[in-house]
Structures are given as structure tokens and as C-alpha cells.
């Protein structure tokens, strides 16, 4: 699929966790295209503050500093700017940390995202809503084959737990509030895989932490090294979404609903040998360890989607496969490691990415 430029040319598009590592590659796509975006993060829960300073997404989002659990802020924010789309990315996303902060993860994952979904009930202008949740949220049996977005939604970690909830909410809103079949409204929740992509600092994820080993010539320990997961470009889901969106705008909440994004299944690989793909795009060797950790918080070993409702209903279909996904971070991190312009480079593997 090309960038649709035409159609996000002036549209007012508010973006929640836009100093995140996936919302401020969606906030350089949509400015690419000609979009008007507000930003909307709390700084008291960024932990990769590196990227968006990097990309200098202040220059093109005026981005707020507010706490999505703050429904009073939140709405002055809406009735402020106008919204016409608005994509929900703020949350706690990691794994490790719910465990550490559990009510922290409920109350932002759940809480933040009823007041969301007020802010987008009480807000006329809007066209079309976008809520990410995560792959993580269905009950995982730790099937071989792809999970569907008609499959039983759960978590056993207190972060899947979340997103399961939040995905609740999103369905039960959808049901009651958004049901106005003539209006061109429509509010859908999307669900990734795991996303990699040159940027992502966050603590506790595997690039970032290949990242820091090989810059810090240290070795890298897996602590589940055959754990399998659907690996993707961050660009991958962020044309899904933009997809949906336009999907919303043009057929309403006929069409709202729930969708996956996902690589092809010859891409789900294990950690290891995404581990051992990246040193390789890097050029380092005999870096990586296996490290057995008692007592560790549970984490799946086995995940992922079924993406056959994108590629049948919005002709979406993965571009990158895991290799190129790989190589093309490295280059990115390469650059950011090298102090080059890497806001040359994300505009470049944008450019790339929606004209391969």
C-alpha cells in the first residue's frame, strides 16, 4: 500500500503517547502526510524520551503533558483542538513492570482508557478513533496457530490482564454509544505484534537491550531464549492503523470492530534468533548468553495472529519481512549510535517502506 498523503492532508489528529516509541513514529508518518497533530503524554511515565527528542517531534505536535487518567485535563484537550481522528496509544506497556506496579498498570491501562472513550463520546468532531491495545490480550493456550480477533480475550500477566480489560471497555462502548450506523463515525481497537524499529529505549525489551549491550561492549543475557513471538517493523501496524482509520471515515461504524497485525507466519521466530539476526546486521559476534533466572514472572512462550481479516477486509498485507525489519533497525540505531541525522533516516525507511 502507498501513503495515502491526500487523505491526511490538514486532518486534525490528536495522538495519546505520542513521546512513545510507536506514537512518535505515527506522529512523523501523519506530518509526513500533511497531517495537523496534537500530542497528548505524560512525562511522569515516559521512559523513551530519547526518540521523540530525537526526531524533534516537538516541532511538529504540540504535545501536552497530561495524565490520561486526568479526565478533567483530558477533555479540555479534546474540546481544545477538535479532533477529527484521534489514535489512543498511551498506556504502561511493559510485561515486567506490571508486575512490579500492577494498580499502576490497571489504573492507566483501564482507567486512562475509559476516559478516552468519554472524551471521544463528548466530542463532536471526530471522525474515526483508533484504540491500541496489544497482541498480548487474548487468552493465550500457547497454540501454534494464530490467534483471531473472535478469540476469547484474557491475560495472565497483570499488563495482558490490562489490555484484555481494556478491550472489554472498547467492545461494550462500541455496542452503546457508537452505534449510529448513518454517521461517519467509528471507533476500532488494533493489535500488534511485537514491534521493533530504530528509536525504542524502553527498559526491558530485546532490541533496546541488544542496543546497549553491543554500544557498552557487554554481553547480552536471554532470559527465554526459544520464547516464539509474531516479530514486525513498527511501520507495519502504523499502515494498518491508518488503514482502519480511513476505513472508519469512509463506512462508519458499520465496520468498526477489532483488528490484527501481524507478520507472516515465517516470520514468527524466537527471541534467539532475533537476537542473533540483529548482531549479525550489526557486525558483532559471540555477544549473546543464555541466562536461566528462577523465579522469573511468567511470560508467554508461544504467540501469534491471525491476520487474515486485514488482508481480506482492508487488503493490508505485511511489506517487511523479519530480516529486512531487522536490518533496517540496525541501520537506525547505527546512525542514532554515530550521532547522524537519524530524523533523515526515519524519513528515508518511511519513504521506503510505503513505496517497496
Not at 51 to 80: A, H, M, P, W
Not at 165 to 181: G, M, P, R
Not at 333 to 339: I, M, P, T, V
Request: hydrophobic share 35%.
Amino acid at each position: 500500500m502507498t501513503m495515502n498523503n491526500s487523505f491526511w492532508k490538514k486532518k486534525k489528529v490528536l495522538i495519546t503517547g505520542d513521546t512513545g516509541f510507536k506514537g512518535a513514529w505515527l506522529a512523523y508518518v501523519l506530518n509526513n502526510a500533511g497531517a495537523i497533530i496534537q500530542g497528548l503524554s505524560s512525562s511522569a511515565f515516559n521512559n523513551n524520551f530519547q526518540f521523540y527528542e530525537s526526531l524533534k517531534i516537538n516541532k511538529i505536535s504540540n504535545t501536552i503533558d497530561c495524565d490520561i487518567r486526568d479526565q478533567q485535563l483530558l477533555g479540555k484537550v479534546f474540546r481544545d483542538f477538535k479532533p477529527e481522528f484521534v489514535f489512543h496509544l498511551a498506556a504502561q506497556p511493559l510485561v515486567r513492570e506490571s508486575y512490579l506496579n500492577p494498580v499502576i498498570t490497571y489504573d492507566i491501562n483501564v482507567m486512562g482508557t475509559i476516559n478516552i472513550l468519554e472524551a471521544i463520546r463528548n466530542c463532536s468532531s471526530i471522525n474515526a478513533a483508533i484504540m491500541v491495545t496489544t497482541d498480548k490480550c487474548y487468552e493465550n493456550n500457547e497454540w501454534e496457530w494464530g490467534y483471531r480477533e473472535n478469540e476469547p480475550i484474557g491475560g495472565h500477566d497483570p499488563y495482558s490482564s490490562s489490555k484484555g480489560c481494556a478491550e472489554l471497555l472498547i467492545k461494550s462502548y462500541q455496542k452503546s454509544f457508537f452505534t449510529d450506523l448513518k454517521a461517519e463515525f467509528g471507533v476500532s481497537s488494533v493489535r500488534a505484534g511485537n514491534v521493533i524499529g530504530g528509536g525504542d529505549f524502553s527498559k526491558d525489551r530485546l532490541i533496546p537491550d541488544i542496543y546497549k549491550a553491543i554500544t557498552q561492549n557487554k554481553n547480552l543475557f536471554l532470559r527465554n531464549p526459544l520464547s516464539t513471538r509474531p516479530w514486525q517493523h513498527v511501520l507495519e501496524p502504523i499502515s494498518g492503523y491508518l488503514k482502519v482509520a480511513e476505513d472508519l471515515f469512509e463506512r462508519g461504524s458499520v465496520v468498526q470492530g477489532s483488528w490484527n497485525f501481524g507478520p507472516h507466519i515465517s516470520d514468527i521466530r524466537t527471541v534467539n534468533e532475533v537476537s542473533e539476526l540483529f548482531c549479525k546486521s550489526w557486525g558483532v559476534k559471540n555477544i549473546i548468553e543464555h541466562k536461566s533466572v528462577e523465579d522469573q514472572p511468567h511470560e508467554a512462550q508461544s504467540l501469534s495472529l491471525d491476520i487474515s481479516k486485514a488482508f481480506f477486509s482492508l487488503d493490508w498485507r505485511p511489506r517487511w519481512n523479519v530480516e529486512n525489519a531487522i536490518n533496517e533497525t540496525a541501520k537506525w540505531y547505527k546512525a542514532y549510535f554515530k550521532n547522524k541525522n537519524v530524523r533523515h533516516i526515519t524519513s528515508e525507511q518511511i519513504e521506503k517502506y510505503f513505496s517497496d
